[in-house]
Nanobody
Framework: QVQLVESGGGLVQAGGSLRLSCAAS????????MGWYRQGPGKQRELVAA???????NYADSVKGRFTISRDYAKNTLYLEMNSLKPEDTAVYYC????????????WGQGTQVTVSS
């Protein structure tokens, strides 16, 4: 089992910045890749950024150059640094962990709301 708890969401003006955190606990050693997803109002959940156990990263085109994903293995925490935020970044942001050695392949956090005002 893996538990994921996000924090750091909030209300920010366009052009501002936020840093999201995702604290992982439980069977940490089972976690391979991790990622951030988001779901805006009336939209499907989409991948924002992902990072592998080898620290390779991947970003959605809409956030490239503005968002940075990172992982602190000592703190068992995943981060998403978000800069130059736009109103279209408004969404609930979810942390995800890929656990290929466990019976359950994916774990999700409860989500944290990010609202960007224009």
């Amino acid at each position: 089992q893996v538990q994921l708890v996000e924090s750091g969401g909030g209300l920010v003006q366009a052009g501002g910045s936020l840093r999201l955190s995702c604290a992982a606990s439980g069977s940490i050693i089972s976690i391979n890749a991790m990622g951030w997803y988001r779901q805006g109002p009336g939209k499907q959940r989409e991948l924002v950024a992902a990072i592998t156990s080898g620290n390779s990263t991947n970003y959605a085109d809409s956030v490239k150059g503005r968002f940075t994903i990172s992982r602190d293995y000592a703190k068992n925490t995943l981060y998403l640094e978000m800069n130059s935020l736009k109103p279209e970044d408004t969404a609930v942001y979810y942390c995800n962990a890929y656990t290929p050695t466990l019976r359950r392949l994916y774990y999700w956090g409860q989500g944290t709301q990010v609202t960007v005002s224009s």
